[in-house]
């Protein structure tokens, strides 16, 4: 039954991640359509980050105490239902609402499903689990915008929103018929969020997810800018992200099994130190293939860190609870996704475009230092948890 659990949330995160994928490029060509200045835009995009950041700890905790199928189920039938709205949304407040509701959606998918793969891992098999799971975000991610592309410049923008609506569609079948409840949840009382986030664990790992997003935001949302300098074009803007995806996701099954047999905490500060050089060294690509090799550098550090991050996680959810940490989980990466574009930008303002890979890469390298402070006397393996 695992396997056949592992295989149908693995094909309905593919599905269901190409399906935003395909829309996430476009957004702002979009609502600029619908005369959207530079604010409206941020805040479309905002909305749903902010909207998942606010739910998805809640919804993991309720997943933790009434169980976690139908959540999804709702989750997906939401993605179905949304991809009409995006298509009628005529104006930039109808589009704002239709992403926040997008992003509780969301908030029911995506982490959910972690939490089930952290339920059915084995002891000490969680970094093979959930590394080899993420697997699925990451080729969705990298598929999506391409499939998005096609069908945007063949027919219209409407085409990707029923696309999504389509890939979730066939996500919630499966799950209807193919994903059975384990009531996982029944086995442990989770403790309440207060409580999750004063362990020092939780916190760092918290800590280095906002940083680890913070820095992949930077560098998504102003690599563009930087290749249009050294004159790449737009297509091979495409396949740098594209390979970065796919380096990242080629090698997370590998480092997740590492991540079970070694020092998780190592992993995480090696994968994040190279990421940061990666960052640093962004302003100093002189053309595309320079610019690749540094995209693929941060790729493979992500690679490194990101499954011993989930797999230390996945442990204290089986003492926490799976549903609300994997909701913190994911909240971090939103919160550090969210302000990273941000912060970015102002810097930018201030400054100039080369110090925002540089600043990216000394605020990853003040979180890592701050991550490993946590974690120096901290043990990963004897978390005391205290219940509500």
Request: aromatic letters at 10%; zero cysteines.
């Amino acid at each position: 039954m695992e396997k056949r659990i592992f295989t149908v949330l693995f094909i309905a995160v593919v599905a269901t991640t190409i399906g935003i994928g395909i829309i996430e490029p476009f957004m702002g060509i979009y609502a600029e359509s619908l005369g959207a200045n530079g604010l409206m835009i941020g805040i479309i995009f905002g909305s749903f980050t902010l909207s998942r950041a606010i739910f998805t700890p809640f919804i993991g905790r309720i997943s933790d105490l009434r169980g976690r199928k139908n959540l999804m189920l709702i989750g997906l039938a939401g993605y179905t239902i949304l991809s009409f709205f995006y298509a009628a949304a005529d104006t930039t407040i109808s589009l704002t609402i239709v992403r926040f509701f997008h992003g509780l959606a969301s908030a029911m998918v995506l982490p959910i499903a972690m939490a089930y793969i952290g339920d059915i891992a084995p002891k000490n098999q969680e970094g093979k689990y959930l590394g080899t799971f993420t697997i699925a975000f990451f080729m969705g991610m990298a598929l999506g915008p391409v499939i998005g592309g096609a069908l945007h410049d063949i027919w219209h923008m409407n085409a990707a929103f029923y696309a999504m609506g389509a890939m979730s569609f066939v996500s919630l079948l499966l799950l209807i018929f193919m994903l059975p409840e384990i009531n996982a949840h029944k086995k442990i009382k989770p403790s309440s969020i207060k409580i999750i986030l004063k362990n020092k664990t939780m916190q760092a790992m918290l800590l280095f997810r906002v940083l680890n997003a913070y820095g992949i935001s930077a560098l998504m949302g102003f690599l563009p800018l930087l290749a249009e300098k050294i004159n790449v074009s737009v297509f091979q803007i495409g396949l740098i992200v594209t390979s970065n995806l796919l380096v990242s996701s080629a090698f997370q099954r590998y480092f997740g099994i590492l991540a079970d047999k070694s020092d998780k905490v190592a992993m995480l500060i090696a994968g994040s130190i190279m990421m940061l050089i990666a960052l640093a060294l962004m302003p100093l690509a002189t053309n595309f293939y320079t610019l690749l090799l540094f995209n693929l550098m941060m790729g493979f550090g992500s690679a490194i860190s990101i499954p011993a991050n989930s797999a230390i996680t996945a442990q204290l959810g089986r003492k926490l609870g799976m549903g609300s940490v994997m909701g913190l989980f994911n909240t971090a990466f939103g919160i550090g996704g969210g302000i990273g574009p941000i912060v970015a930008g102002l810097i930018m303002t201030a400054t100039s475009l080369a110090f925002v890979f540089v600043s990216s890469a000394i605020i990853v390298l003040i979180g890592t230092l701050m991550f490993y402070r946590l974690m120096k006397n901290n043990n990963d393996y004897n978390v005391k948890v205290v219940k509500t």
